[in-house]
Antibody, heavy 119, light 107 residues
Framework: QLQLQESGPGLVKPSETLSLICAVS??????????WGWIRQPPGKGLEWIGS???????YYNPSLKSRVTIYIETSKNQVSLKLSSVTDADTAVYYC???????????WGQGTLVTVSS | DIQMTQSPSTLSASVGDRVTITCRAS??????LAWYQQIPGRAPKLLIY???TLESGVPSRFSGSGSGTEFTLTISSLQPDDLATYYC?????????FGGGTKVEIK
């Protein structure tokens, strides 16, 4: 059974870069036509799509974050990574990684990891 | 961007009630709509995809309908386990977007 597990620092200072990893187990990132994405949720608020990467390499980012976001896949490690630069308080959120099939919806989610931006 | 508007934002109903949540898209998204359930402290869980297809393992009391710009999620008989926030989500066009959520409370 596919499992996704996010990890990374729980506290990031303003203006620094947030870096998270999503470790995938129970399946290979490079097998099948899937998008690997990141979605975040500020405390007490709704869901915001950050971006996604197709297994073949195409990336899609939310324009509101595009200048600061990088998503990439490391097939040798079977993981998906997220980098968000120049963070502010507004980037404090639970960050989820998730998978969806081509033309499908996000059916597999990690448990999420809380990242707080604070000095 | 395609805006997704859910209503109501909160609803309170009794066990056994029929509950309907509406989601409107700011432009046509055909049937590229999903519904998620998020229990407090948990990750979202896919309930419905392609507007009306029930995800495997999801109780049959959940159903979805609609196409184009108007969609509904119906819980035919509300159960205590249904206490959660429900989100609609379009994957017709980038950037992908979510509705603001509907919090379902049990009376």
């Amino acid at each position: 059974q596919l499992q996704l597990q996010e990890s990374g620092p729980g506290l990031v200072k303003p203006s620094e870069t947030l870096s998270l990893i999503c470790a995938v187990s129970g399946g290979s990132i490079s097998s099948g036509s899937y998008y690997w994405g990141w979605i975040r949720q500020p405390p007490g608020k709704g869901l915001e799509w950050i971006g996604s990467m197709f297994y073949s390499g195409n990336t899609y980012y939310n324009p509101s974050l595009k200048s600061r976001v990088t998503i990439y896949i490391e097939t040798s490690k079977n993981q998906v990574s997220l980098k968000l630069s120049s963070v502010t308080d507004a980037d404090t959120a639970v960050y989820y990684c998730a998978r969806r099939p081509y033309s499908g919806s996000y059916s597999d989610w990690g448990q999420g990891t809380l990242v707080t931006v604070s000095s | 961007d395609i805006q997704m508007t859910q209503s109501p934002s909160t609803l309170s109903a009794s066990v056994g009630d029929r509950v309907t949540i509406t989601c409107r898209a700011s432009q046509n998204i055909d049937s590229w709509l999903a519904w998620y359930q998020q229990i407090p402290g948990r990750a979202p869980k896919l309930l419905i995809y392609k507007a009306s297809t029930l995800e495997s393992g999801v109780p049959s009391r959940f159903s979805g309908s609609g196409s184009g710009t108007e969609f509904t999620l119906t819980i035919s008989s509300l159960q205590p386990d249904d206490l959660a926030t429900y989100y609609c989500h379009q994957h017709h066009s980038y950037p992908l977007t979510f509705g603001g959520g509907t919090k379902v409370e049990i009376k």
